[in-house]
């Protein structure tokens, strides 16, 4: 298996970790949010001997008019001051509470009046997908649902870090300059999808950057997201099709962060 050589100052993880689950308190206002963190088991090790940990802040917040519930899990690595740690916190923050002021605009701005019982709710957990290495690949899903809709909703939103670089990265970074990397990841994806018994939309999963903007870095492949409607009516629910990197190899960027997963 290749490897990519790292600078001295590259971060190692050895672990990886599940998810926390958070209630939520009942309060006739939206309350401030007070984090409070569970620390989880030490998954990297700084080269001046400081430990690196993936922690979570449980974030809960409900109302009354309109009713409504918020809560989620927002994770963060803990133990290190340096810029590249505190920018994978700031984009992982900012990426939920800007999901989270969208959906409470929607629901103070759309309330039904008089206000149902029933009331509006925002729940997310993630899960750390990548495997032990400097990429931290994290999936957030969601599940939510607006007071008078037919149904609950669900989507999913993705983030992939390299701690190394010190940088989020694009799906076309994994990927030589100049590829037909989203055609290859979209035929793929079509030829596995088309195979389902979910009524397939083709166009969902179409060459097109907005079509793969949920993936992940994971041990056994590139873990492509499609949330419900894209690529199939919402009672077949969300698809996922994971594509072996063997299917990739091709076109893999040798220099890239994808390296290590070749054989």
């Known amino acids: 298996m290749k490897k990519r050589d790292f600078t001295p100052g590259s971060v190692l993880l050895i672990l990886i970790l599940s998810t926390l689950s958070c209630g939520i308190p009942s309060n006739p206002t939206p309350k401030p949010f007070i984090p409070t963190t569970?620390?989880?088991?030490?998954?990297?090790?700084?080269?001046?001997?400081?430990?690196?940990?993936?922690?979570s802040t449980t974030l809960a917040e409900s109302g009354e008019t309109p009713p409504y519930t918020i809560s989620a899990e927002i994770p963060f690595l803990e133990g290190s001051d340096e810029a590249r740690i505190q920018l994978f916190n700031q984009l992982v923050d900012g990426l939920i509470r800007?999901?989270?002021?969208s959906f409470r605009k929607i629901v103070l701005q759309d309330a039904p009046n008089p206000p149902a019982a029933l009331g509006s709710s925002y729940d997310m957990h993630y899960a750390l997908l990548s495997p032990p290495s400097d990429i931290m690949s994290l999936k957030f899903e969601i599940n939510s649902?607006?007071?008078?809709?037919?149904?609950p909703g669900s989507y999913s939103l993705?983030?992939?870090?390299?701690?190394?670089?010190?940088?989020?990265?694009?799906l076309e970074q994994l990927f030589v300059a100049g590829s037909n990397y989203l055609e290859v990841v979209a035929t793929y994806?079509?030829?596995q999808l088309i195979l389902r018994n979910i009524a397939y939309f083709e166009s969902g999963a179409d060459p097109i950057p907005g079509?793969?903007?949920?993936?992940?870095i994971t041990a056994d492949g590139l873990l492509i997201s499609f949330d419900p409607y894209q690529v199939a009516a919402y009672a077949a629910g969300p698809q996922i099709v994971l594509i072996p990197y063997s299917e990739l190899q091709a076109i893999i960027d040798n220099s890239g962060?994808?390296?290590?997963?070749?054989e």
């Open 158 to 170: 993705t983030i992939n870090f390299d701690l190394a670089a010190g940088q989020e990265l694009r």
């Open 211 to 216: 079509n793969y903007r949920n993936w992940n």
């Open 38 to 55: 569970t620390a989880m088991q030490v998954i990297t090790e700084l080269p001046a001997h400081q430990m690196l940990s993936l922690v």
């Open 189 to 191: 994806c079509k030829t």
């Open 145 to 151: 649902y607006f007071e008078g809709a037919a149904h």
């Open 98 to 101: 800007g999901d989270i002021d």
């Open 257 to 262: 962060p994808l390296v290590e997963f070749l």
